[in-house]
């Protein structure tokens, strides 16, 4: 990034997954950490001026997107995405010092950490009630307060408290992994590096056969892998989506920059969300070679020279 930033807001409290996947970020080393109750928060902290950048989860590999991330990038004051952060989901089972699992009648996480982690639950604690917390971290301060027996939340969370461990590992899907987002006001972004993510939100013009194909035409006939799409309601009445889009590439990758084009062209609106690199840059899509932006121009010079009655 071309600035320093100092100042990181996070969907907090302190000791949540979101801090935890902040402090891989080499630019929040030294910086000024600002846990935030909620995702809008987290994003109007920036939108204001009182954070310089704002780290959310955007979606989680076993239970989706995130809904306030996704609506709160779509609307509002437009926001940009420089970073993404993919951070291996651990989740532990703790209560205060003495309690063992017969003793836990109650057991509190986040919505998304209780669902990932049901099978154990239900399989450890078949009778103990089940409690949904703003975050895996207010659940761990939760069982501090003696608010209820225990905890699903991160290591960090169970250690900063002081808490006692009674399980490690209790998420049925060990490879579960949440993607995390860096966001910022609009700027230039950040460098093409050859292994990059683009992220737009599509606002569909009409509600009209084939108007979604449109949008995945644009892509298709480049040669654009689109990683990801997901819908949203805009809130207005039955039936109105935005669609986001991921795409593989950079806006100043040729092919990329023109799919966008043909979006606006076909669109009520575009919301350019940034480009930016891969967490994952040895990512390498579904195996198949597909066309380059050297393949685009080759094919454009051959049309030429069949127009010019060449060959």
Not at 83 to 107: M, W
Request: glycine share 8%; aromatic share 6%; charged share 20%.
């Amino acid at each position: 990034m071309s600035a320093v930033l100092s100042r990181y807001a996070y969907l907090g409290p302190v000791g949540t997954f979101a801090e935890q996947a902040l402090r891989t970020v080499p630019e929040a080393a030294d910086a000024e950490l600002l846990p935030m109750v909620t995702v809008p928060e987290a994003l109007s902290a920036v939108r204001a001026g009182t954070a310089d950048a704002a780290l959310v989860p955007l979606e989680n590999s076993v239970e989706g997107a995130v809904p306030p991330t996704l609506d709160g990038l779509a609307g509002g004051e437009r926001l940009m995405i420089n970073r993404e952060v993919l951070l291996p989901v651990t989740f532990n089972l703790y209560a205060v010092a003495g309690a063992d699992l017969g003793s836990i009648k109650t057991v509190a996480s986040h919505p998304h950490g209780l669902a990932q982690c049901q099978g154990w639950l239900r399989a450890n604690l078949p009778n103990a009630e089940l409690i949904a917390s703003p975050s895996t971290a207010d659940a761990a301060v939760g069982v501090v307060r003696g608010d209820w027996d225990a905890a699903v939340c991160a290591p960090v969370a169970g250690q900063r408290n002081e808490l006692a461990e009674l399980a490690v590992d209790v998420a049925d899907n060990a490879a579960a992994v949440t993607r995390f987002v860096l966001v910022t006001r609009p700027a230039p972004p950040p460098v093409r590096t050859g292994a990059d993510v683009t992220s737009l939100v599509a606002f569909i013009a009409h509600d009209r056969t084939g108007a979604l194909l449109e949008v995945l035409t644009e892509f298709a006939v480049r040669g654009i892998n689109l990683t990801r799409i997901e819908s949203r309601p805009m809130k207005e009445r039955i039936g109105r989506y935005c669609f986001f889009l991921d795409c593989d590439g950079h806006i100043d990758d040729t092919r990329v920059g023109e799919a966008v084009m043909g979006l606006r062209r076909v669109c009520a609106d575009v919301r350019f969300l940034g480009s930016y690199p891969r967490a994952d840059a040895d990512h390498e899509g579904d195996g198949r070679a597909e066309p380059s932006d050297d393949d685009f121009a080759d094919a454009a010079a051959w049309l030429e020279r069949v127009r010019s009655g060449g060959a």
